[in-house]
């Protein structure tokens, strides 16, 4: 064999998550629009834009959540057709059950949730640990914080123990010290698991702070702009020549430095 036949099979072989040339309208509003790119096994992505630009589509179209008008998503090699156990999903808002307790609602998240089995007990257990939240297992929603709600949707996605995790903008609405928290946290659980990770955000720093790799996405119609690199070691400092110097270029990739601002989330 070639040396080229082998790279590209290594390559595909890598492959977790192709998009290949997918398009999506809306009535009148074309949200994506031949968007390509793959994500490898194990990779942390991030991909950001501004409002609009078919991020959450994009997500729920891996998801098998929406079908795309044209072209195909392939997880593993196969066409997503429908959702499956192999994706989680933890959606911006929470999407808890308000009357189940943070028990409930990660047991929801396992394939058998009515299952009371020892098994079943003791994985609740182990994810409720997992995402820092024991002590409040027999707690409802209302009586928890932002940060601990997202807490409960990641534990509740990582219940089946999927290959790829779907994240749309899961910290938007925590503040800033949790959110650094929760970004430490994901971190180490995808250390731990090597799961495949999908991150919708529209803040750079949080782009850079997870991802292996950005998809820099535009509006109007959503299309892929680039994919950066971020090659530096983790933790990352924020202030840290490299990381400045990474944001600068998604900035830049967004807009000029002026524009770029608005796409920035500082709180
Ligand atoms: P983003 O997540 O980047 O903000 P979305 O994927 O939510 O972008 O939306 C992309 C475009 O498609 C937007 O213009 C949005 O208004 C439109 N859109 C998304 N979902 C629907 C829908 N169910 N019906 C009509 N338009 C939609």
Redo the contacts with the bound molecule.
């Keep these: 064999m070639a040396m080229s036949e082998i790279s590209a099979t290594d390559q595909e072989s890598s492959e977790k998550i192709t998009i290949r040339n997918v398009s999506k309208a809306?009535?009148s509003?074309q949200?994506l629009e031949d968007v390509s790119f793959s994500v490898s096994e194990g990779e942390f992505c991030c991909v950001v834009?501004?409002?609009?630009?078919?991020?959450?589509?994009?997500l729920r179209t891996i998801a098998g959540l929406d079908d795309p008008d044209s072209g195909s998503v392939l997880v593993g090699g196969d066409p997503v057709t429908d959702p499956g156990l192999d994706r989680g999903m933890v959606f911006q808002e929470y999407a808890l059950f308000p009357w189940r307790t943070v028990r409930g609602n990660v047991r929801f998240g396992l394939d058998r949730p009515a299952c009371e089995c020892a098994d079943c007990e003791a994985r609740v257990r182990e994810l409720i640990d997992l995402v820092g939240l024991d002590g409040f297992e027999d707690a409802y929603p209302k009586e928890l914080s932002g940060g601990m709600k997202q807490r409960v949707g990641i534990a509740r996605a990582l219940a089946v123990d999927p290959e790829i995790l779907l994240m749309d903008e899961p910290f938007g609405s925590v503040d800033a010290r949790t959110r650094d928290r929760l970004h430490a946290e994901l971190l180490d659980i995808w250390a731990q698991t090597g799961q495949t990770i999908v991150f919708?955000t529209h803040d750079i720093d949080e782009a850079v702070t997870l991802a292996d790799r950005v998809v820099v996405?535009d509006?109007d119609p959503?299309t892929v702009q680039s994919t950066i690199s971020i090659g530096l070691e983790r933790p990352r400092e924020r202030t840290a020549h490299d990381f400045v110097d990474h944001a600068a270029k998604i900035r830049a990739e967004l807009g000029s430095p002026a524009d770029a601002s608005r796409y920035h989330d500082f709180s």
């Design positions: 809306y009535e509003t949200a834009g501004p409002s609009g630009c078919g991020k959450t589509t994009l919708v996405m509006a959503g």
